[in-house]
């Protein structure tokens, strides 16, 4: 297992932080992240990352690794200050470069997770270059040029960008609260279409990168203020996205418009309240649905399980269902408490929980899965 | 300061636990909880409590001093386990009685918390004897012979019941849940007439006691499973409740159920999804608002600033909004993200999030409350 050497402090805390000495009661993937390939790819598109000191660019190579997906060629960028570290992955040695303006010549796929500001400055530009972008901050999300996509739900909305055509292009990776929740919903939005949808979020620390999931350990220390305006450990508060004029803050907006955007459906009615809980790595969310359709919960479970990317959860009798904890780590996004909502008539209503790794399904899988869609 | 000799571990726990070395962070109560009276009382009714030794019990003490609640005599009870230990309160030394069929002799109040089936065995037989018996367990709150009070929200349920009549009489506290929510929305609900409510809670260790709340804090520590049947800290999970037929918990139900009675309103709609979260001793709800009548935002919150037992926390600027942090060890419960819901048309919706704790409103303090109605 070759662990890069960069990554060291973040991956205690994307492992579990606290809780990482627990062998038993802390699920971890079985596959190393880091494994080495059987032979390195000959073929494949040429591949950069951006942004790879964050949370995000890290569980990028995870994810890259434990796909086996096909690269020529990988470069590591990152801001001026990281340019020079060296890294190991996949047995071979890599050196940060800084992120510029010619960063882009030859890359066929660029993968941004460095927020929005550098998204905007040099997505663009990579894509003029012949460059497809996908980019994980919110900069393109609601450019209507720019697809939005969930792999395992609007593929179709990236059709028209082709590797190898020359012609570059940005593909938007949703907000990681919107893909969580749409890999759960949408399979019941086929069957029933979904009328009004009441979103309740309760969401993990990562989201606010590893400084803040050191924010919410405190082992004897005393509680900081440095990410947060208040304290985190054994707290929780409404996300601290800017809150708007309507009341609503960004967190929750976007919610409601990705979701509008993905589903191509200006109609739906959705409503969030977006909470930040001393959790580490996975989102949870609760959320009720009317529909326009009946669907009944035993149909309802039936079109989960056999759901993609999607694992039910719901052990009634012993009382297991979804938790942060058990899926971190994890692929699936895990749904349970499916049940018929008793304040609606018939079967017009369902309530759910959803669980899902923020960093990876609500980031670098999906971007991944995208890039796939490419080859 | 008096500090009863038995409640040192459980008050570390209930002061704020790990975070209880924060001075700037932990907002506390400004009043000590066991201040010495001025004189103590010669009239006011004999009171006991029942299950002195758990974490409500405990806070009926603190509340009692607190509020200069008058009393001629107070009699702690307790399981024969804890009987014969001393401990002082308000300057006087107290021995903890055992609970028998005889402690109510010559009672006229009796708060009880200690579980469904000792309200059960002895709830009726104290009644019997003449003494009002405030409970604090689920055992009789769907009895309809029994009132359910919130003294905001619902005085006149309990009008027939006169101290000093001779007669005894069972008055129920409702579920925490249930009064933290309600003393938010009924305000709301007098003016517009809730139709449908959708809640999903955030609710704090101490709920389940004083040893769970001690399992959400690691400190080094293994994580255990000893309270719940999965790991606790940095991780939520549904509420451990049993889980109905109908795939609702039973805390969820307590939500419906109850809100029906309080309210005398057999119609109105109610879903509820209960999460455990590791928050210490304040429990949060996210309530959204389907409405009769118009009601728009600035109303709404006019409403709520002048509701009793109520506190508006709406900074949008600033984003700051209730936590269970804020207002642990306060009486009020807050509300905050007061917003006209954005998938309802028109003023018929609204959303809040709202804080309260649980050991206090949630439980001891209405409690009290009920018996101060009594005086």
Redesign the interface.
């Known amino acids: 297992m070759n662990t890069p050497t960069l990554s060291l402090r973040h991956n205690h805390f994307l492992n ?4 990482a ?2 062998t038993i ?2 699920p971890r993937s079985t596959s190393s992240p880091f494994r080495v390939r059987m032979s390195l790819q000959e073929t494949g598109p040429s591949v950069s990352i951006v942004g790879i000191t964050g949370a995000v660019g890290q569980e990028f190579l995870s994810v890259l690794s434990d796909r086996n997906f096909p690269y020529r060629s990988l470069k590591l960028l990152a801001s001026k200050r990281s340019a020079g570290k060296s890294m190991k992955f996949e047995n071979r040695d890599y050196t940060i470069e800084e992120l510029t303006e010619d960063s882009f010549e030859g890359i066929d796929i660029a993968l941004f997770s460095a927020g929005g500001s550098i998204s905007k400055k040099f997505g663009p530009l990579a894509a003029q270059k012949g460059t497809i972008v996908v980019d994980n901050s919110s900069a393109f999300r609601m450019d209507e040029n720019i697809p939005l996509v969930i792999p395992e739900v609007n593929p179709e909305a990236m059709a028209h960008v082709k590797l190898g055509s020359g012609k570059g292009a940005l593909i938007a990776n949703p907000n990681c609260s919107t893909i969580i929740c749409l890999m759960a919903v949408t399979p019941l939005h086929r069957r029933a279409k979904v009328k ?3 979103v ?1 979020t ?1 969401q993990a620390a990562s989201g606010a990168g590893a400084a803040a999931m050191e924010e ?1 350990v ?3 220390k ?2 900081t ?1 440095n990410i947060f ?3 985190y ?6 996300h ?1 996205a ?2 708007q004029p ?4 960004e967190e929750e907006m976007k919610l ?1 418009k990705e979701t509008r955007k993905i589903w191509n459906d200006m109609d739906v ?3 969030a ?1 977006c ?1 930040r ?4 790595r996975a989102h ?1 969310e ?1 959320v ?1 649905l009317q529909f326009e359709n009946p669907v009944d ?1 035993d149909t309802a479970r039936d079109i989960l399980k056999n759901a993609p990317g999607v694992v039910v959860v719901n052990d ?6 979804p ?4 899926v971190s780590h994890k692929d699936d996004v895990a749904v ?9 008539d018939g079967d017009y ?1 369902l ?1 759910i ?1 959803v669980c899902g790794d923020q960093i990876r399904k609500g980031a670098a899988l999906n971007a991944i899965q995208i890039a796939e869609m490419l080859l």
Do not use: H, W
């Open positions: 579990g932080g606290a809780t000495t627990s009661l802390l009004r949808m009441v309740r309760y919410l405190l082992e004897g005393e509680p203020c305006n208040q304290q450990a054994f707290n929780l508060f409404s601290n800017p809150v309507n009341g609503y803050n409601v009615k959705v409503t309240t909470i809980v001393p959790v580490m949870a609760s009720n919960e009634r009798a012993s009382n297991r269902f938790t942060p904890l058990e349970g408490r499916v049940r018929r909502d008793v304040s609606q209503g309530d929980f």
